[in-house]
């Protein structure tokens, strides 16, 4: 686990990354991991001298296993409200079920296990809310319908990315393996999007934390997409 700023803390859990973000009400989690990871999540909460009741809110970026697995057991034993897209809460919940597209995901997928359902508390609707003081939730579609993007309002900004990009090396992004998204070109509207903000640094479910004008490698990414599709033209 590396704090990436004060109070943020970024936890590898298999080839996914969660957060913790200490706030003056308590813990928040982004996203939860893969399945069956509830046990490290107490154990990164011991390292920062905290506990699972500690735990206010669980900010799901999308709806994916990788991303939800321990968001039930977390929930119940926290006590924590859970937030989600209108679009992604049904899986979440149970209530629908994502077909996996692409062979190489279905296997994946069988090795990776099912989330337990969960209820979702609190379902954004409106893009740019807040679904807690200090976060904005970005509606940031094409990996999932319901993606969302989170920025914090902590040293300089402090953004949430999930699966919209993922961190590269050097400290550049790129973006999700088409194969698991289901829109690219929508996401790469959405990375558009978040290149236009200002954040000093980015987190990603997949991918080491950017820091230091991280919104500039958004820019730089969303650059070089538009040089390679106007030389295509």
Do not use: C
């Amino acid at each position: 686990m590396r704090e990436v700023v004060d109070g943020v803390f970024e936890l590898a859990l298999g080839y996914v990354h969660m957060h913790l973000v200490v706030t003056d009400d308590g813990v928040v989690l982004v996203d939860t991991g893969l399945p069956g990871r509830s046990a490290k999540v107490d154990q990164a909460l011991h390292e920062i001298r905290r506990k699972i009741g500690d735990v206010r809110t669980v900010l799901l970026t999308h709806h994916h296993a990788d991303h939800t697995g321990n968001v039930a057991d977390l929930r119940r034993r926290s006590g924590a409200r859970v937030v989600a897209h209108a679009a992604d809460a049904p899986y979440v919940t149970g209530d629908a079920k994502a077909a996996a597209r692409h062979p190489i995901v279905k296997i994946v997928s069988r090795f990776m296990g099912s989330p337990e359902p969960a209820p979702v508390d609190d379902v954004v609707t409106a893009d740019g809310s807040s679904p807690l003081p200090g976060f904005t939730a970005l509606h940031t579609p094409g990996h999932t319908a319901g993606h969302l993007s989170f920025l914090l309002d902590r040293a300089g900004g402090v953004l949430f990315a999930g699966d919209a990009a993922g961190g590269r090396r050097g400290g550049r992004i790129g973006s999700s393996p088409r194969m698991v998204s289901v829109d690219p070109e929508l996401e790469a509207r959405s990375v558009a999007r978040l290149a236009g903000l200002e954040f000093e640094h980015a987190v990603f479910g997949h991918g080491g934390a950017v820091s230091g004008r991280a919104v500039d490698r958004f820019r730089e990414y969303v650059a070089q997409r538009t040089h390679r599709g106007l030389s295509g033209s």
